[in-house]
């Protein structure tokens, strides 16, 4: 470890030690004002430790149109060239003051009532976290937006890929509005929907042509009427990804229906092709006893995925070489060390953590199941997480008789996510109180169409 990040352990150690010690004063409502030292800011401007990137204590203005995604976890991912870029924000929003955008965005708020709802992702900063009217994870947020008939506007919190999806379920008359095009989602970037078109043309030119073992036919069914593979899509993906599975007998799924879907896929192929998140179709997949060596990883800069034929017919689970820069920071280091520093502690990580990291912890899975335990835990526990640190810094605040850290210590966000400032939320707000709808998201007839088909299906499987 670093010697900064040894420092950041060690801080981050002492303010655990201190929350502990003060849980009985916190639960009788008598916390001294120094205990709120336990939830530390992703960025402080006075000193910057508290970032993996000094650079996350720019305005996101300053860095929203520079080449790549900005500082941060993602810093270093390969951007598409046609990704979003927004343009300037004007000066009256990247002048004002903390309290003058309190003022303007509580203001919009009351003005607009119903017309608008403000959906914000468990990941976003507390910032904007306050404004929203409903918290959750995108497809909680998705489904939201379409229980909300009364909303004119949804402005959506979150990035790229979750707006696409609240637009598909919303009605064509509801707007879907991301308050900066430049969050988007490194991880769904990491598929565009030409290479997985690329990659489905190769795989039926091995599969799909009654070769293999199994003695498929010359239509790529076998003799249960299996197609050759399945595509499935993690919700972390582009609306023509979801469509793509949608028009050629696939599904898409979530990080808490994941072995659901693919018990699904199953029934009815003889494989499945699993994008973007390589993690969480790898860990989904050993959960239901399916080994590493049926699981070919598909780089989809060579051919055949960097793959022989052979080894796609003996796959079982053909994984897209995609992952999220947040959740891969996690290490089994990080697991050793918080047991050694904390012994009894509980740990528990995301499924897009790598495999190791998963099989190390206590416990794995989606961001409401993480919620849940934390919701669950018996008070006094200590508690190690492995997901964005948002999150766990707000799961510390409503349980303040646990001891909850992150397990990364070097603090690191969503960076994607951190784009969506106060600024750009007053702006957006305002626009829409002067008639106009910036930076809507919409998502075209057959793309939604088959989007629709394919998370449909996600619905309608069970278990
Ligand atoms: S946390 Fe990871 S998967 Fe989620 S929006 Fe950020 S980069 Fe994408």
Redesign the pocket.
Known sequence: MSSVAELLHRAAAAERALAQAAAPLVAAGRAPVELQLTTRPIALKATGLSSCDTALTRDPWAIDRDPGYGPG??TGDPVPGDAPRQGPLPERYTEASEAQLDEWITAAKAELGDRVSILGHF?QRDEIVKYADFVGDSFMLAQAAKQHPEAEAFVFCG?HFMAETADILSSPDQAVILPNLAAG????DMATIDQVEQCWDELMSVLGDGTDAAGTDAAGTDGEGKQPVIPVTYM?SSAAIKAFCGRNGGIVCTSSNAETVLEWAFARGQRVVFFPDQHLGRNTAKAMGISESEMPLWRPHLALGGNTAEELRDAKVILWNGF????KRFTVDQIERARADYPGVRVIVHP?CPAPVVEAADGAGSTEYIRKQVEAAAPGEVLAIGT?INLVNRLQQQRPDLTIFCLDPVVCP?S??YRIHPAYLAWTLESLIAGEQPNRITVDGAVAEHSRVALERMLAAKP
């Open positions: 976890a993602s990941y990035v989602c490194s991880m769904a972390n999220c820069s947040v959740h897009e964005e969503c994607t996510m």
